[in-house]
């Protein structure tokens, strides 16, 4: 057992003198940077003065403003593209969209009889009207057109009306 306490009591002293050792060390570790740092500081501000100093700090400012400053220009075309292009696409989906609906009806009778309407074609005992001078219309009011339209929805209901009889 005496030699257990022994034992303990020199790892004791033993412990004790190495954290000493390590204060003193860490002391003089400290002591020695210290003295680094302010001969370094000193002498550096000596050398150069605060006036220089002063200068690069404001210029470093400068350039990270700057760099700020163009970035945020650099974003905002960024956005201002995006927009633009969002448009862009959104028109195209329309165009696809109509594309797709007019590919679909391509083979349908509507369709056909459309175009065909549209060239100038009409169905079998139809009259084609074509307005040749649309300026003498422009005079009108649109009630005015109204009644001439009317006037020859009629006339065109009698014509094929006699156009059914002649044919019976």
Known sequence: MQAVERLRGGLRDTFARVQQWAARRADAVRERWHRLGDRWYSGLRERIGWV???AMAAVIVGLFVWGMVSVRQDMAAAAQQQIELNKADYSRR???NALTEELASVGS???LEREARAIGYVKAGEIRFEIVNPEAL???TAEENQVLL???A???A???AQ???LAD
């Open 109 to 111: 009778k509507a369709y």
């Open 154 to 156: 009629i006339d065109l």
């Open 158 to 160: 009698l014509i094929s």
């Open 94 to 96: 329309q165009e696809v």
């Open 150 to 152: 009317d006037e020859q």
């Open 138 to 140: 422009a005079n009108y």
């Open 163 to 165: 156009q059914a009889y």
């Open 52 to 54: 220089p100093i002063g």
